[in-house]
Nanobody
Framework: QVQLVESGGGLVQPGGSLRLSCAASRATLDYYTIGWFRQAPGKKREGVSCIGSHDGSTSYADSVKGRFTISRDNAKNTVYLQMNSLKPEDTAVYYC??????????????????WGQGTQVTVSS
């Protein structure tokens, strides 16, 4: 059973940056594809980015390409999402999740088996 804990959310002004962390326990993250999802009020959960198991392949939603970067630190068993040039439309609860499925940002949240509790990101002046 994989347990995931997100951290790093907060309030930031437009154009600012945040780094989200997804720390795992009871499992080695390198064995899983790790995805970041977000859900804004009244909207469905959407894929933001993912990083594949072992080979570290990455994928991004078009809305965040060039602004967000996903990475993995195996020594810390943690996956990060560096978010730059943040926009008000990035405001949402961000979740990390784990799956044995392949990595692609368009993969449905239904394919992911383990989820963290989420962390709020608010972009506002």
């Amino acid at each position: 059973q994989v347990q995931l804990v997100e951290s790093g959310g907060g309030l930031v002004q437009p154009g600012g940056s945040l780094r989200l962390s997804c720390a795992a326990s009871r499992a080695t993250l390198d064995y899983y594809t790790i995805g970041w999802f977000r859900q804004a009020p009244g909207k469905k959960r959407e894929g933001v980015s993912c990083i594949g198991s072992h080979d570290g392949s990455t994928s991004y939603a078009d809305s965040v390409k060039g602004r967000f970067t996903i990475s993995r630190d195996n020594a810390k068993n943690t996956v990060y999402l560096q978010m730059n040039s943040l926009k008000p439309e990035d405001t949402a609860v961000y979740y990390c999740a784990a799956t044995n499925y392949y990595c692609a940002a368009y993969v449905s949240p239904n394919e992911y088996d383990y989820w963290g509790q989420g962390t709020q990101v608010t972009v506002s002046s």
